[in-house]
């Protein structure tokens, strides 16, 4: 069985940052990507941004482009979301996916093209 598992959500201010990390265990398994999700309150779940397991290559959302940075640590199976500049409007539950190698959706940035969830990490920003 596989998990994911994020950590690193709380409450900052308009302004601060967080780094948000998402560490898979269990069953030893590859991804073809990993990519964050986050969904508020009354909204449909938003693609955040992901990375490519091969080649490290990235794609952000529009609205966390140049203040969102996403990477990965092979070696701990861990994909970590560095949050700077962060708005009230960030304010969400974040999620980690993972997507089954090896083939890659046309888009890959719908909850669909993802197999693996996790359980989710509330950020909040006060103004």
């Known amino acids: 069985q596989v998990q994911l598992v994020e950590s690193g959500g709380g409450l900052v201010q308009a302004g601060d940052s967080l780094r948000l990390s998402c560490a898979a265990s269990g069953r030893t398994f590859g991804s073809s990507a990993r990519a964050w999700f986050r969904q508020a309150p009354g909204k449909e779940r938003e693609f955040v941004a992901l990375?490519?397991?091969?080649?490290?290559?990235?794609v952000y959302g529009d609205s966390v482009k140049g203040r969102f940075t996403i990477s990965r640590d092979n070696a701990e199976n861990t994909v970590y979301l560095q949050m700077n500049s962060l708005k009230p409007e960030d304010t969400a539950v974040y999620y980690c996916?993972?997507?089954?190698?090896?083939?890659?959706?046309?888009?890959?940035?719908?909850?669909?093209?993802?197999?693996?969830w996790g359980q989710g990490t509330q950020v909040t920003v006060s103004s």
């Open positions: 996916a993972a997507r089954r190698p090896p083939k890659l959706a046309a888009t890959m940035t719908r909850p669909a093209d993802y197999d693996y």
């Open positions: 990375i490519f397991w091969n080649g490290g290559s990235t």
